[in-house]
Nanobody, 114 residues
Framework: QVRFVESGGGLVQPGGSLRLSCAASDSMFSIYTMAWYRQVPGKQRELVAVVSSGGSTTYADSMKGRVTISRDNAKNTVYLQMNSLKLEDTAVYYC????????WGQGTQVTVSS
């Protein structure tokens, strides 16, 4: 079972930036396609960005142009750089595979507020 530990969230003003990190426990991390998700209480979890094992990326329309997903296979870590944050980006952010194959980590809270 792979475990994920997300970090890097916090309180930021609209227009600000944050860089989220997700550390995976599996040494086979480099072969996984990885994804970032977010969830607002009472709503379904939303897939935000995907990065393949080879580094190809795709983004949800809601955040396209404002986020960049990347990975460091040597560190078993995937990142989400978020810029120009909006109030509606407030959510708990999680990582997992695109099929949500593994158990969810605790997530990291991102709060965008003035």
């Amino acid at each position: 079972q792979v475990r994920f530990v997300e970090s890097g969230g916090g309180l930021v003003q609209p227009g600000g930036s944050l860089r989220l990190s997700c550390a995976a426990s599996d040494s086979m991390f480099s072969i996984y396609t990885m994804a970032w998700y977010r969830q607002v209480p009472g709503k379904q979890r939303e897939l935000v960005a995907v990065v393949s094992s080879g580094g190809s990326t795709t983004y949800a329309d809601s955040m396209k142009g404002r986020v960049t997903i990347s990975r460091d296979n040597a560190k078993n870590t995937v990142y989400l750089q978020m810029n120009s944050l909006k109030l509606e980006d407030t959510a708990v952010y999680y990582c997992n595979t695109p099929s949500a194959r593994y158990s969810w980590g605790q997530g990291t809270q991102v709060t965008v507020s003035s």
